[in-house]
Structure formats: C-alpha cells, structure tokens
T-cell receptor, first 107, second 114 residues
Framework: KNEVEQSPQNLTAQEGEFITINCSYSVGISALHWLQQHPGGGIVSLFMLSSGKKKHGRLIATINIQEKHSSLHITASHPRDSAVYICAVRIQGNLIFGKGTKLSVKP | DAMVIQNPRYQVTQFGKPVTLSCSQTLNHNVMYWYQQKSSQAPKLLFHYYDKDFNNEADTPDNFQSRRPNTSFCFLDIRSPGLGDAAMYLC?????????????FGAGTRLSVL
C-alpha cells in the first residue's frame, strides 16, 4: 500500500513552461516536505508545509489538508530545474517518501 | 559550506567484507538519520538517532548497525554486505524545534558491492 502517491512519474517540459507536480497521501500527517534530488544524488529540502502555501523564488508549494493533497509549482521553468522532485510526509515521527517525479526541462 | 558531510562519496567493498560509512554535521542538530536509496526508488529510512536514543525501523535488516559517538558524527556499519546492499546511502540531520523539522541531507555515499 503506497501511503504517498506522486504524479506524474516523468515530466518533460520546454523552457519557460509552468510546471505542476502533485502529491497525494492517504493518512493524517503532521507535515509534508518537498525535496529536490539532482542526478548526482544529493537531496535538497525545498519546503516543509503543514498548511497553506509557501513561495521561494520560482517555486510555490501548496497543501490542502482536507483533500490530503499537495502541489509543487515551478514558474518559468529552466533546464537547471531538471531533477527528481520528491514528496515526503511525516507520519508519527517517520518520513515516508513518494517515488518521485523526474522532471526534464528542455532548452 | 557543506553542513552535512558524508565520506566517502563512493565506496567499493567486497561481498561479506564489513564497511563503515560516515556522516558529520556542523549544524548541531539533535537528530541524525540514515537512508538507503536503491536505483530509481525512493529513499528508505533505516534508523535515526534522537540525541543518543537509537530508533530502528522495523524492517531494517540486522546487518545494518549505527553508532553516534557524539552530536556531530554518525556512522553506518554494514556487517556483511551483500550484492543487494549496493545503493546510495544518505545521511540527514534535523533539529526538532517548535514544530519545524526540516531535514538537511548530505550528498550521499554510493556503495558498490563486488
């Protein structure tokens, strides 16, 4: 049983496009993280959300607690945004990861 | 400046030969985590230390052990690596403070088992 589902699994976009990555979860959570993993493997934490919306530069993350759903948006996408974006939810102290969305932004 | 440092970046070991991966942090965070990430899969939590308290995930094999001699360092010991243990091992730290618990990840150690 997957407690965290991400969609799409793979996404190819042209530079400049607006991108949305979705994350749904099945149980009550205390927080949700969006992480970025580059091809070399290093992971960067982008956002931690427990409600509402956060913005950092071209990245926007939203969460709807009632619908158990979060979205990560990238405005004016750029090839350097190419990475795997991972949603992770905190359930009873543990961090449960989604399988990730592989994003490729073409110039 | 790197805040969570993993050494080495790449480690090659032989089947059955014990190996230790290391993680250090300059953030003075009270929680340190070890994750295993196999190719094209999500990271999987192996265990974590909350200060000196060790917390093992139920499905972490006994082959994997950890030590945290002080706040800054945490080690992952694989007693008898098998071919299936080849993976990226990620260390992360966090400070649980007023509801905030953002994890900071190291760059990872990619383990190959020959």
């Amino acid at each position: 049983k997957n407690e965290v589902e991400q969609s799409p699994q793979n996404l190819t976009a042209q530079e400049g496009e607006f991108i949305t990555i979705n994350c749904s979860y099945s149980v009550g959570i205390s927080a949700l993280h969006w992480l970025q993993q580059h091809p070399g493997g290093g992971i960067v934490s982008l956002f931690m959300l427990s409600s509402g919306k956060k913005k950092h530069g071209r990245l926007i993350a939203t969460i709807n607690i009632q619908e158990k759903h979060s979205s990560l948006h990238i405005t004016a996408s750029h090839p350097r945004d190419s990475a795997v974006y991972i949603c992770a939810v905190r359930i009873q102290g543990n961090l449960i990861f989604g399988k990730g969305t592989k994003l490729s932004v073409k110039p | 400046d790197a805040m969570v440092i993993q050494n080495p970046r790449y480690q090659v070991t032989q089947f059955g030969k014990p190996v230790t991966l290391s993680c250090s942090q300059t953030l003075n965070h009270n929680v340190m985590y070890w994750y295993q990430q196999k190719s094209s899969q999500a990271p999987k939590l192996l265990f974590h230390y909350y200060d000196k308290d060790f917390n093992n995930e139920a499905d972490t094999p006994d082959n994997f052990q950890s030590r945290r001699p002080n706040t800054s360092f945490c080690f992952l010991d694989i007693r008898s690596p098998g071919l299936g243990d080849a993976a990226m091992y990620l260390c992360a730290t966090s400070r649980v403070l007023q509801g905030e618990n953002i994890q900071y990840f190291g760059a990872g150690t990619r383990l190959s088992v020959l």
